[in-house]
Every structure is written in structure tokens, then in C-alpha cells.
């Protein structure tokens, strides 16, 4: 993050994808805590790449968990302007931690296991993530609402890495293995995001860019904004 960058710029830059759903918060404080808390999954997320041993990802992982639970404690947050924005949010920060202890499995030579292994990973980091911004919009989200939705992207989001070099996805697993799952997920989630209150809807939407990102196109920032509009204006995936 540059001396020049805010975070709603890291954002937009490191994860468009959540960054354009954002836009559709109407809450300028609830959109700014949805922000850190992306910011909060970019920093988490991109550790194991950035490491050239487990130990040092341990290290930072464990930087941002400590972070995290020392502002449950009320000390004053640390001098970083993530973690100073997330001790000004009104998210838990024990759950905030527990969104980075999620993250060790990152470290893990080798790829996920079974299907289990894959779907409890996705809930614990893409579906953990979901919930918190879906209950910060709206407290009486149902985190089963956002279930399927947060499944389908983060499907797609370990398929993305896969194509960048970095698999967690079982070695047998086949593009199509993969594409069906996913819409498997997106069926799923028609029917579950009926129960999900108007103002908490952004946090799904990212699910409505899943097809595309699974056929290998780069979409524009206009597609992404008519698919992400159509979702919220309809709140359909």
C-alpha cells in the first residue's frame, strides 16, 4: 500500500470484483468498515504467496490475528491503517481473528484433500468474509442466506489461482469439475438470497461475476458494473 494510496484505492486496485459491489452500500460508514474488512482479506490472502517459507507466513499471519484480538482487548490498535480502521468499525474483532487463524491453512504444502476439505476452506475464508459484511449491512442477515453465493465465488477464486500457478483445488479436479460446482453453488443460492434483506445483498453480488471469471474472459469494468447492478436491481445471481 502506497504513502499515497487510502485503502478504498487498495481495494478497487486488489479486488475489483468486491470493491464494485461496494459501491451499492449506501451507508457510507457501513460501505468504509466493509472496505477495511476486504482490506483485512487482501493482506490475509496474498501471505502465502508472498513468503518463501511457511515459518514467515506463520509470522504474518499471526501479526494480523494478534493485531485483531489485541483491539478485542482494547489496547489501542497498531499503527497500520487497516488495523486502525477495523478497531474504528463496528465488526467483532474476535471474529476478525478468526477470519486470519482460517488463513494457516494457506501454508499447507499440497492441495486440499476431497471436496470436504475445499467446501470447509471456502466457508471458513470467502463465506466467513460474506457473513461479516452481509450481518455489518444489515444485522439480521441470515449467514445461511449468503451460504451458496459466498461458495460459488470462492470456488471461482481458488479456480482463478489455480490458472495463476498456485492450486489448493484436489489435483483431479477439471475445469468442468469445477464449473459444475459452482453452478451447483449459484442454484443453490437463487433460493437462499430470497431471505436476505435489500441492504445486505453486496455481499453476494461479487457471485454474479463467478460464470464469467470461470470461462477465462477479462470483463471490462462496465460488464462487471451492468452484472452487478442487474444482481442488486433484481437481487438475482
Known sequence: MA??????????RVDPDRWLASRFIGDLAARADVI????????LARVAGGVSNALMGEIRITWW???MEEIAAGKPPRKHPNVEALAASRFDPNALATLAEARFT?????????????LAYVDATAGALAVLAA??????????????????FGLTGLWRLKQAGRSRLPEAWTREDVVGRVEAQLKAA???????PVAAFPAVAPAALARP?????????????ARLTFAVATGRL
Do not use: I, Q, W
Not at 504513502?3 to 478497487?12: A, H, K, P, S
Not at 494457506?106 to 475445499?118: F, S, W, Y
Not at 471469471?213 to 458494473?225: A, P, Q, V
Open 190 to 196: 437463487r433460493g437462499e438470497v430470497r431471505g436476505l
Open 65 to 67: 490475528r494478534e493485531a
Open 3 to 12: 504513502d499515497t494510496e487510502t485503502l478504498d484505492d487498495l481495494v478497487r
Open 106 to 118: 494457506d501454508l499447507d504444502e499440497g492441495p486440499l484433500k476431497d471436496e470436504a476439505a475445499v
Open 36 to 43: 477495511a474488512l476486504f482490506g483485512l482479506n487482501y493482506e
Open 213 to 225: 471469471h470461470l470461462k477465462g474472459r477479462e470483463m471490462s469494468d462496465l460488464e462487471r458494473k
Open 135 to 152: 450481518r455489518r449491512l444489515d444485522a439480521s442477515a441470515d449467514p445461511h442466506a449468503v451460504k451458496g453465493a459466498a461458495r460459488a
